[in-house]
């Protein structure tokens, strides 16, 4: 009598479910948000505003061009709430009266420095997976999937909003991110171009950084 097989046959529909951190082309968009403080931006994206508890990936053309402002209306709002904002790995030290300026007090923001890359993303992994702060921000030269894979998973279990800014040389490639945008200088204003989002459709809009409608 031969011996049973261990092996448990799934159906692929059954093994996707197995698999965390996939995503399937007909779910919804996440149904928690957070509104950007721009009327016609929050009408662009699914579930009218920033994901919780997924990875939002934003590529400026450029430095210096409204990259964190656009997150302004947002990161105030979580502040306002008693959350911690954290900034790791930025390109320059935080600068105190822009912040308080922005709405965000200091004692609500941390920044964490770090030497490199590697140490960066296991700073806003750990920080996203316990759900310590409101928000992430992590900058980033990653060329791989496989990091931001791992921040979107960290991202589900704290529910939090992660964001990460790259360069432009990553457009050439994928990203497992919920929502990919690129940030381009307008006069007068910055351009928001979705290329990505998990449930939604792409798109842009120009904003007028600083002017929340």
């Not at 399937?24 to 149904?31: F, I, K, Y």
């Not at 310590?132 to 529910?159: C, F, I, K, N, Y």
Request: glycine fraction near 10%; charge should be neutral; include cysteine.
């Amino acid at each position: 009598m031969p011996a049973p097989n261990p092996i448990v046959r799934l159906h692929p529909p059954t093994l996707l479910q197995e698999i965390p951190g996939i995503w399937r082309g007909r779910e919804l968009a996440p149904s928690k948000t957070c509104s950007t403080g721009y009327r016609q931006l929050d009408a662009l994206l699914p579930g009218g505003g920033w994901p919780l508890g997924a990875l939002t990936e934003l590529i400026p053309v450029t430095e210096g061009i409204g990259e964190v402002a656009v997150l302004q209306g947002a990161l105030k709002r979580l502040c306002d709430a008693k959350r911690h904002i954290v900034f790791v790995h930025p390109p320059y030290i935080p600068y105190a009266p822009a912040l308080l300026s922005a709405g965000l007090p200091l004692p609500r923001v941390l920044w964490i420095d770090v030497s490199d890359d590697e140490n960066a993303h296991w700073a806003a992994e750990q920080t996203l997976r316990e759900g310590a702060a409101g928000a992430v921000l992590l900058w980033s030269q990653a060329l791989a999937d496989r990091p931001l894979r791992r921040l979107q998973l960290a991202a589900e279990t704290g529910e939090s909003l992660a964001f990460i800014y790259r360069p432009v040389a990553t457009l050439q490639n994928a990203s497992p991110a919920a929502l990919r945008i690129v940030l381009r200088p307008t006069v007068g204003a910055l351009g928001v171009e979705v290329l990505k989002a998990r449930g939604g459709h792409s798109g842009a809009v120009l904003l007028a950084i600083g002017t929340h409608v």
